[in-house]
């Protein structure tokens, strides 16, 4: 029995579907961000004191807190496509990629324990600021400040992003040196990395007064990068990827070419 039809249409199905969570992921993380930049001035706020961040988040009420819960868990989305990816492009062996997938895996991990802080932590914190006196309050913001800097400026920020740059560096140099996918989509990657990268500048500023910032990297980096995700996505839907081969099969197969009508 010929088994060659249904193992190819999996084989379709598997990459169509990773495609179609990194494109979910994407536009479902980038409409949350934007409603918590239009509603709490994210990410700006990050970098303000506890004495106004936090009367802020009271303001925003259970809504705000909703929003970040909405943020954190479309941004995790992107684990499972990340974790797919290596099978979808026949690399599952590649120790390159197996490395960076795991570390790329691990940083939306650390991503989402920078954003679910919002929900499970910065409410009490806010509420007992609220409600205490100015010694209360003294203690509140020292509290504020301690697992800011470390739940969010060092685990969601500084390690969070520099392991997603690192998984889509690595996959764009990857796709740049087999062309398993176009090799626009690996510069795109690399250029959109690149940039993104420079906003660690704004994170180190944080612990090491001085340290040069380039305002407009985080925007462009993140914004840019998000959109590279959903090209992914999109190209992995709408394209077939190349299939590395052993030596000595002359050419490159589709991960559909062996369907027969």
Do not use: C
């Not at 180190?204 to 007064?209: M, N, S, Y």
């Not at 925007?219 to 077939?240: C, D, M």
């Amino acid at each position: 029995m010929n088994t060659t039809l249904p193992a190819a249409a999996d084989s379709v199905a598997l990459r169509r579907t990773t495609g179609f969570l990194f494109l979910v992921g994407a536009l479902a993380f980038g409409t949350a961000a934007s409603v918590l930049s239009a509603t709490f001035d994210w990410p700006d706020i990050l970098r303000e004191d506890a004495d106004l961040v936090l009367p802020a988040f009271l303001e925003g009420g259970p809504a705000l807190i909703w929003t970040w819960f909405a943020t954190a868990w479309t941004y995790a989305i992107l684990v499972v496509p990340l974790l797919l990816l290596p099978r979808v492009l026949g690399r599952a062996d590649d120790p390159a990629l197996r490395v960076a997938t795991a570390v790329g895996a691990a940083s939306v991990a650390l991503s989402l324990i920078g954003f679910l802080r919002w929900v499970f932590v910065v409410p009490a914190l806010a509420s007992s600021w609220e409600s205490g006196d100015a010694v209360t309050r003294a203690a509140t913001e020292a509290a504020w400040l301690a697992q800011h800097q470390f739940g969010g400026a060092l685990l969601g920020e500084h390690l969070g992003q520099l392991g997603a740059i690192a998984w889509s560096i690595t996959l764009s140099i990857i796709v740049l040196r087999t062309a398993i996918l176009p090799r626009w989509l690996g510069w795109f990657g690399v250029v959109s990395s690149s940039i993104y990268l420079l906003n660690q500048g704004d994170i180190l500023a944080t612990a090491i007064p001085g340290f040069p910032i380039i305002d407009i990297a985080g925007l462009i980096g993140s914004a840019s990068w998000g959109l590279w995700v959903a090209t992914l996505g999109t190209t992995l839907i709408l394209r077939k990827t190349r299939r590395a081969t052993t030596p000595g099969v002359s050419g490159e197969r589709d991960d559909a070419a062996s369907v027969r009508a």
